[in-house]
């Protein structure tokens, strides 16, 4: 069974800092590649950061673009979120997603992401 499972959001206050970690199972994960999304009560689920299979290719939407890392551990089956100089906006459940065997592709939107954990959840106080 896959299995994908979120783990390290809080509460903080705006300008802190939080790690995300997604822990994988169940397939060999490390020809996907692996999203970040977000979603604020009665709002759409948006794209925070990608990771190719490789960990060489990254991308951020542009609201978080020079505050949030990603990165992937294949060996581990883990990928993170760093999260720094966080900000009140920046308040949503933060979900690890799985795009299954791409190779030359990054997606950046929810309907191209196969698995999906159950959120983790971060509050940001001003």
């Known amino acids: 069974q896959v299995q994908l499972v979120e783990s390290g959001g809080g509460l903080v206050q705006a300008g802190g800092s939080l790690r995300l970690s997604c822990a994988a199972s169940g397939r060999t994960f490390n020809r996907d590649v692996m999203g970040w999304f977000r979603q604020a009560p009665e709002r759409a689920r948006e794209f925070v950061a990608a990771i190719s299979w490789s960990g060489g290719k990254t991308y951020y939407a542009d609201s978080v673009k020079g505050r949030f890392t990603i990165s992937r551990d294949n060996a581990r089956n883990m990928v993170y979120l760093q999260a720094n100089s966080l900000k009140p906006e920046d308040t949503a459940a933060y979900y690890c997603?799985?795009?299954?065997?791409?190779?030359?592709?990054?997606?950046?939107?929810?309907?191209?992401?196969?698995?999906w954990g159950q959120g983790t959840q971060v509050t940001v106080s001003s």
């Open positions: 997603a799985a795009a299954k065997d791409r190779r030359t592709v990054v997606p950046t939107t929810p309907i191209a992401y196969d698995y």
